[in-house]
């Protein structure tokens, strides 16, 4: 069985069991918008989903994360910051549960690399046009007409 | 009975393929020229795996439980269609119908080449069979389909759910093999062209309609699979950056950057180098994707079970990276360009950005996708990379593209002039500025999506206003009338004007993403029997809960009633379906798709009595737009490879060294063109 | 040929592979937890009436009163198919364990009490008791992601190991030995079984 599971088992925990009573009567209807509400979501997208695969808690219509996703709320309606959330689930889940690696340490290079070889490229290429284009020879300028007949 | 055919067809072959690789490398090194042996193998392999496929699906549809793959993925209770369909649902079929797709290619390839008798040619066919021994090899070991099942079972545990739930997976598997397979033959080129030596245009003219074939399947392949995913996995998204859709990912970038950059080499000479390695990374990276998702090295939804397959994928990773890249950087010497960089202006510079910025883009996706393994590897920690990572980095370089894509038509080859350049980026500059307007006033608020209207209104006309120039410019010399000037110019110049199609389309599908990304809209609510729920310009109501039994499966649909200003527009049911193999249900949303917006309905839960369901409303605009830019796409890939009409390429002096020599008669003369010298 | 360049592009790859090979020795599914060797969090939980109609009990665990004592919490829920597979494990080491001092509790995680008794029932009983855990709370205090979970808490009140999935006598006997054998810990004034 594949992932399947994962995403089946978020339902299946969503719904309940289909033979025993009253599966989940009670799911929060979400409150009106508030800035509570924005603050939660935005820590919430960016904690994984458990038990699923590559959603955040704010995406996931599994219980469990909606469960977690409670956690956020009240914890931030404590008065905790967003960094203090996420150290909290840290701690319990282990890095994994960041949907985006702390850029600290040598994680620091899965943010720093990309630009630096865009950056590094873009140089390159400033300097060899820098090169070629001083040497370069005189041409006819506006061959565009020509592009429009030929190909 | 068909297992003796299957297993024997692919023992044949595998015996033919190395047999053919080795006939066709030493006739290559040795003479110089192509193998008959190896030729006539490919076309017996073609065949051979063709047989062998089809004997499964015979063996599929009759439910043929002795046979291993039926046994393991086939059930009495599965419409034919998906019975049809299992044969690439699980491992062993999926490399059963990859070797089908590889020896067919090849057959292709030497059929098509087949007045050709060099050594280009001869290590090509040689490389082909190398690769269609590594799948044979499979197999014939690990993944094996047509083992012996004995006693045999009456019934089987039937398909992975998921693969039942829509037809788009009857469309989305073949069309991705055709993509990613397909990329093995460029691959097979330029290995020959490498090793023979001879690395003029010639070599990447021949791939060109084989990459662009290729890259056509699988952004098809990647569009469907988006598709499918909106459709079936019910969150409402359509791409989650998981490994096994950055494992197509990856290799649709470097090829979308090749078969730009090819052009500058046909053109001028230039950037061979660039065009050899991003020809091999789309090789390589469809090898590695396959590795990463097959093998068990990275959790992914896409990922069937580990095993010792991934010991064999990894020899063969090895095997095929290191000969690759000790042959490229060997021969390096051989990849001089031919001419030079003129202009910061000029459209060679923007495809050197162009592949820069593709090769940025994939690397960083790469990074991401590999990360978690080397940060334990490194610092022993789990960690995930996930889609705000993914996003993040990505964005800028989308930008810069979509910029790139409107300003690369308005530059010409060599250089230009100021006043030309503005007289061409006039209409595009204005429409970046409507549109940003436009979306503004409209209430998009995100500054991300807002750049990104801004550019799409620039690139859709930049590359629009093509078509008006080359039909303007045949009316004036030609003196055509407007309709026929449009016509004969696309049909004059396919791959250019097919190419500006694909680009629209991808613009198109881009406005899509964006709208529907950014101006997203949830709502998720218990309703009681009768009531309903808002959101945005929609009320829905629900009615009532059903059930009903099929043959594999038992559905549960909530009836739920759309109003829109009180009027009721539709009536929709969305559903969860629960399979005998499993005891967790799938769901199937409920999609109203209009030009303007989607509305995506999702059954959440229900209660046993249907007195109260929940369901999550999302509303995304745009999202049809998508859909409707890939299949521009493909019409603008369908345009560009049709073949017959337009000059060849070499006609226009891309031999090494010349400086267009038809230039001179076609341009008239620089004396009547600047006044002085008239008199 | 060039082969000075050919040499780089071999040394190259060499990372590359090996990181691959490394992959494969490792199970992407595995998620190793950052408790064991921590502090255990608190919990404060009432224990399930042992039947529909007993009487509420205002019986409360906390762990607080459990310091000096070995305990073991096992995660579970009646619609866990892997849970039934545990049961016996535990249903005949746990009498066993709590002579030598060692608490036994069972966690519900998303269920009903209802339902869970009929589970019991129908397993055979079970020889400790169960703890509800509203809103999963103690749960995801404990990263749980999923069912069954077994947390083996030592006598300082650290957390010693964290077995997921259905837990076996091997796992259970090497803990548990080990844990005993440690002994250690201040004593607490009324600690003890």
Redesign the interface.
Known sequence: MRNVIAIG?AL??AI??ID???PSASRPTPAADSLLDARTREVASGLRC??CQGESIEQSPA??AV??K??VREQLAAGRTPEQVREYF?????E?ILLEPRPTGFNATLYLVPPLLLLGGAVVIVVLLRRWTRAGAAQPAGASLDDELLD | MTRLVGYSGILVALALSLVGAVAAFVAAARRGRTSPLARSAAYVNGALLLVANLAMVVALVTNDFSVSYVAQVGSRSTPLLFSIISLWGALEGSILFWAGVLTAYAAAVVFTSRRRDDATIGYATGVLHAVSLFFLILLVGPANPFGLVTPVPFDGPGPNPLLQNHVLMAVHPPLLYLGYVGMTVPFAYAMGALLSGKLDADWSRATRRWTVTAWGFLTAAIIAGMWWSYEVLGWGGYWAWDPVENASFMPWLTATAFIHSTMVEERRGMLKGWNVTLVISTFLLTILGT?LTR?????SVHSFA?GSI??YF?SF??VV??AS?????????ALKSEGRLESAASRETAFLVNNLLFTVFTFTVLLGT?Y???A??IRGV?VSVGAPFFNQMTLPLCMALLFLLGVGPALPWRRTTPEELRRKLLAPGAALALALVVAFALGERDAYALAGFAFTGFALVGNLQEYLFGARARMRALGERAPTALVRAVAANRRRYGGYLSHVGVLVATAGIIASSADKSEHEATLRRGESMTIGRYTVRYDDTWGRKEPQRFVVGSAVTVLRAGAVIDSMAPRLNFYNMS?QPVTTPAVRTTAREDLYLILMAFEQDGSKVTIKAIVEPFVVWIWIGGLVVLLGVVVAVWPGGGRRPSALGARPGASRPQSAARTPQPETRIPELAR | ???K??T???L??TP??A??????T????E?????PG?DA?AFAMAVMPPAADAPATSDTVRLAEQRGKIVVMNFYA??C?ACRDEHPVLQALAPEYRDKGVEFYGVMY?D?P??LRRWIAEMGGQPYPTLVDP???TA????L??VPETFFIGRDGRVARKHVGPVTRDVIRATLDSLLAAGGGTPEAGGGA
Request: glycine share 12%.
């Open positions: 088992l299946l925990a309940g069991p025993a009573q009253a458990p038990v219980e469990l469960e977690l409670g956690v840290v701690a319990r889940y282990g994994w | 590795f093998s068990g090295v990275l959790s580990g991934g010991y990894l990773i090895a990276l290191v890249l000790v042959i490229l950087a060997g021969k390096s010497d590999l978690p393994l080397v334990e590897a789990k005891s | 040929m060039n082969w360049r050919a780089i592009a071999l190259a790859t590359i592979l990181l691959f090979a490394f992959g494969l490792r199970d992407p599914r998620i190793p937890s950052p408790l921590r969090p009646s619609w198919l998303k009903s209802d339902a809103g999963a709370r995801i205090d404990y990263g992601y999923g």
